[in-house]
């Protein structure tokens, strides 16, 4: 039965050429191809030669956190970095902007205080770029 169908469509409409084994590779081909090309173009985007870890944080009161990170950077470069302090609920109480200078070693160990509105429950770096 399926084969009458099969033959009654293709009397109506006629056969569909099927791509050879060689068109497939191509197509293949072409797909990783440009496949490779975006995850490059992604990784490039993405690339940041600053690298920034949290350490930790000790809460000083209720208008004061200090925040303890590590900074990996070109040893000539300077960099810019956005600390923040955050309540329980998310939400920012503190901010500053770091300037870090030229510097004999590419990792820093730095300490900073950050002033708070109200009572914070944690601190982080929230981005390091170059100048």
Known sequence: MAEQENDLLAQR????AKLSRRSWLWISVAGISVM???VLIASIANYNP???QDLGFSVKGPTQ???EFEITKPQDATAICTLE??????GQVGYKT????PQESAKLRLSVSINT?????TALVDECQLK
């Open 13 to 16: 409409y006629g056969k569909q």
């Open 36 to 38: 490779t090309i975006g």
């Open 50 to 52: 600053v690298q920034s």
């Open 65 to 67: 956190v200090v925040l």
């Open 85 to 90: 302090a955050l309540n329980e609920q998310f």
């Open 98 to 101: 770091l300037e870090i200078g």
């Open 117 to 121: 509105t109200e009572l914070a429950t």
